[in-house]
């Protein structure tokens, strides 16, 4: 059977309350009651439950993952998967779940989004591009969680955030330096939409 919080307490000769602060990372214990707890939680390997932890907090610690793409667009491109997993690495890093929601249909990705909120089982969503109607972010932006977008956005969001390269200013730097440097012969080679 797995240890429980009143084990920890029990092994580490502190209260019950004082486990529960330091899981919580609360800051008002004593650095003496915190090492006693955490020694406690390795000796015990402990892990905590994440259904329990959901049900008494303020939810799950996710993040959505939403990719609007087909799979037969990434599956042979080798940015979504990288993309994907310096997403993953980072939110395990930080302590987060990562829940891939794939869609074609955006009426369905935003019920799904909307459901997932709801429930509080995630804490920020990331969209793997744009979607192709922007009233998407506005029925988001109403729940009051981070939405990072790899791509653009055009309207004014409180909480829908855009990371995004400038592909035409970028493709004319390019074209100039091929240029300056005497090549004439220049093409432009892009994968289909």
Same mark, same amino acid.
């Given at each position: 059977?797995?240890?429980?919080?009143?084990?920890?307490?029990?092994?580490?000769?502190?209260?019950?309350?004082?486990?529960?602060?330091?899981?919580?990372?609360?800051?008002?214990?004593?650095?003496?009651?915190?090492?006693?707890? !955490?020694?406690?939680? #390795?000796?015990?390997?402990? *892990?905590?439950?994440?259904?329990?932890?959901?049900?008494? =907090? $303020?939810?799950? +610690?996710?993040?959505?993952?939403?990719?609007?793409?087909?799979?037969?667009?990434?599956?042979?491109?080798?940015?979504?998967?990288?993309?994907?997993?310096?997403?993953?690495?980072?939110?395990?890093?930080?302590?987060?779940?990562?829940?891939?929601?794939?869609?074609?249909?955006?009426?369905?990705? !935003?019920?799904?989004? #909307?459901?997932?909120?709801? *429930?509080?089982?995630?804490?920020?969503?990331?969209?793997? =591009? $744009?979607?192709? +109607?922007?009233?998407?972010?506005?029925?988001?932006?109403?729940?009051?969680?981070?939405?990072?977008?790899?791509?653009?956005?055009?309207?004014?969001?409180?909480?829908?955030?855009?990371?995004?390269?400038?592909?035409?200013?970028?493709?004319?730097?390019?074209?100039?330096?091929?240029?300056?440097?005497?090549?004439?012969?220049?093409?432009?080679?892009?994968?289909?939409?």
């Amino acid at each position: 059977m797995s240890p429980t919080i009143y084990d920890i307490a029990r092994v580490a000769g502190v209260s019950k309350s004082t486990v529960s602060r330091v899981l919580n990372k609360q800051t008002n214990i004593s650095p003496e009651a915190r090492e006693k707890v !955490l020694r406690a939680i #390795e000796e015990l390997q402990y *892990q905590p439950n994440k259904l329990a932890r959901a049900l008494t =907090s $303020s939810g799950f +610690d996710a993040i959505m993952v939403i990719s609007t793409r087909s799979t037969k667009t990434t599956a042979g491109n080798p940015f979504f998967s990288e993309v994907l997993h310096a997403i993953t690495a980072k939110a395990e890093e930080e302590g987060f779940d990562v829940i891939l929601q794939t869609s074609h249909n955006p009426a369905e990705d !935003l019920q799904k989004c #909307e459901s997932k909120i709801k *429930q509080k089982m995630i804490k920020g969503i990331i969209m793997l =591009s $744009s979607p192709a +109607d922007e009233s998407f972010f506005a029925q988001l932006d109403k729940y009051d969680i981070p939405v990072v977008v790899i791509g653009k956005v055009e309207g004014q969001y409180a909480h829908v955030y855009s990371v995004d390269t400038d592909n035409f200013g970028d493709s004319i730097a390019l074209t100039d330096a091929l240029i300056e440097s005497g090549h004439q012969n220049i093409a432009c080679l892009h994968a289909s939409a």
